[in-house]
């Protein structure tokens, strides 16, 4: 987990652990742990009570309505057993998900789960049951009872529960048809407890890591892969041979297609810049043809065909270069410099040059022209 969450990708996540090994007890008559329960009374694998431990109640729920494939199938029934210690054909069972319904306690709600609420041994752990082993318990909304083990070599742990839900319908996960759901952060003093002892980390571990990347580092996902490969092909990772899925089929699409524009602009890029000028060019000389008429009086009231080229040259190249510095303030004011590189400044000297081309022909071209002729032109 932690190598998944420092790797930078994880924008969000949900987590689901599980703890098979631990004993549902009813309190004594005066609200205590019952004094000389394990000796008073038998205990067997049969009486094992599974705990489910979530982060988050809104999601756990949302995983859990109508559970489906993602092609929207229903999930294909899973194997699993009555005894994770006695796996025999007797203990098992076909597990098909239901719609997860939970009934709050008054006072309490999907908020209860707060990931910021940190639990241990000295505090009362809120916990939602399943309503038949709430009958079987005899249990109802708002009840007091304890967890607890007495695992050889080590001292039996006391946790000290509140029924504040009960929930109907079925987890579609391995050993989790009737467990009973607990905040993610309880199983926090029983994983310290078991792991000094021959039991290590994996009676506590996760069973499914549901996590959202970050939307910025959507071109590093093989990358991310390759750290998910690597996560669940590391040894002892975990107490089965882990899997994930990644569901980055739509995201791949997406990116080819964007990829595939991006080469497309690419190619398109020299061939606008090219037009671009182009266009400069050929509005400059536009514009100095339609000025003819002036050019024509200028040169009889007696000015020189060089001043005439120079001043009608120089007119459209001051516009241009006047528009050209406007846009290049507005680009950077709106912008705020994002993509302010040497191009541009060499676009607008090459916009300025064209631009500068284009009046200089026309210029030429109508000032070789006879006054008279152009005077005599017709609109």
């Known amino acids: 987990m932690d190598i998944l969450l420092e790797s930078g990708f994880v924008k969000s996540v949900y987590l689901e652990a599980g703890f098979e090994f631990t004993y549902l007890i009813l309190p004594a008559a005066d609200g205590n742990f019952p004094d000389n329960i394990w000796e008073e009374q038998e205990f ?43 796996i025999t054909a007797d203990t098992i069972i076909w597990i098909r998900g239901e719609t997860i319904d939970i009934i709050f306690a008054e006072g309490f709600d999907k908020t209860t789960f707060s990931r910021d609420t940190l639990y241990d041994f ?43 839900g009960i929930y109907t319908g079925m987890m579609h996960r391995h050993l989790a048809h009737n467990a009973s759901l607990v905040p993610l952060s309880a199983l926090e003093p029983i994983r310290e407890v078991l792991s000094g002892g021959e039991y290590g980390g994996l009676l506590t571990g996760y069973i499914t890591v549901q996590f959202e990347l970050d939307p910025a580092r ?9 750290v998910l490969e690597e996560i669940v092909a590391r040894r002892g990772a975990g107490a089965v ?22 080469h497309l602009l690419q190619l398109l890029y020299p ?6 000028l182009l266009i400069a060019a050929g509005l400059s000389l536009l514009l100095v043809l339609q000025n003819a008429k002036n050019i024509a009086v200028m040169r009889v009231l007696g ?66 022209k006879p006054p008279l002729e152009l005077l005599q032109v017709k609109e």
């Open 122 to 164: 000295d505090t009362i752990v809120p916990i939602i049951l399943r309503y038949c082993v709430a009958e079987e318990h005899g249990l109802g909304l708002n009840d007091k009872a304890f967890l607890s083990h007495n695992f050889r070599n080590i001292d039996p742990w006391i946790m000290q529960v509140h029924v504040v």
């Open 271 to 276: 061939v606008t810049i090219l037009v671009a």
């Open 303 to 368: 000015l020189s065909k060089r001043k005439t080229i120079q001043q009608f040259t120089a007119e459209p190249g001051v516009v241009t270069l006047v528009g050209l510095v406007i846009g290049m303030f507005v680009f950077a004011l709106l912008g705020g410099g994002a993509g302010f590189d040497i191009r541009l400044i060499l676009f607008a000297i090459g916009y300025i040059l064209m631009s500068l081309s284009g009046s200089l022909i026309g210029a030429i071209s109508v000032s070789n």
């Open 218 to 226: 959507n071109r590093e996902i093989e990358y991310f892969r390759e």
């Open 44 to 86: 067997t694998k049969q009486n094992l009570h599974r705990l489910f431990a979530i982060d988050d109640i809104d999601t756990f729920l949302e995983v859990h309505y109508n559970p489906i494939d993602i092609r929207g199938e229903p999930l294909e029934p899973i194997l699993s057993f009555t005894d994770p210690m006695d």
């Open 241 to 262: 041979l882990l899997t994930y899925d990644l569901f980055d089929g739509e995201l791949e699409f997406v990116v080819r297609q964007m990829e595939e524009n991006l």
